[in-house]
């Protein structure tokens, strides 16, 4: 049997967030998303059958030439389709993967890093609990101060922490360095590629 999935794009660039920011990687972006955050800069990946579907062959065709160190699923939601056979395909060939989720459905696949950035607009499954290896809040108001805290409390101390200013609340970036002074444990990311105005 064929399995495919609703594809927005396929793009090398480099991972612009978190603790991997500045690494060459190669990014599948799935269509769909329920959470329907009011800010997202990605909107257009809501539709679920909107898009082409791609076959998982060709998806490991495409992320093998890209010769990336990393392969990264992002969405949209990419929760929203059962992950397993997608990951099982590109791991038996050695590559290594990586997952951007707002934890908004059961976990599927088998990731070597997990990017937990969960919403307001829709409260995460448990299933992603034992899964994350960062957590990246995204600071659009003041109240998402609150939100990291309340996700935060439900890791333990080894767990990466990343505070990320929406794109277009950029008055709260003094905000959000204060806490992170007051509360070293935490880190900011920066969307590195909107920066340099890449993918
Ligand atoms: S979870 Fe991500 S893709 Fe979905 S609405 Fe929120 S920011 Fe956009």
Known sequence: MTISYPIVETF??????????????????LAGCDVHCSWCDQKETWPLNKYPVMDIKDLVAQSLLANSP???????????????PLTESLKKEGLRLHLETSG????????????????????????????????????????????????????????????????????????????IQDNPQWRLSLQMHKFLNIP
């Open 12 to 29: 090398h660039s480099i991972q612009g967030e978190g603790f991997w920011s500045g690494t060459s990687a190669f990014f599948i972006r």
């Open 70 to 84: 990393m392969v990264v699923i992002t969405g949209g939601e990419p929760l929203l389709h059962n992950l397993a």
């Open 104 to 179: 908004s459905h059961p976990f599927s696949g088998d990731f070597d890093w997990v990017t937990f950035s969960p919403k307001t607009f829709k409260i995460p499954d448990q299933s992603i609990y034992s899964r994350a290896d960062e957590l990246k809040i995204i600071v659009a108001s003041q109240q998402d101060l609150q939100w990291a805290q309340e996700i935060s409390a439900k890791f333990d101390d080894n767990i990466l922490k990343y505070l990320q200013p929406e794109w277009n609340s950029t008055k709260l970036t003094p905000i959000i360095l204060n806490y």
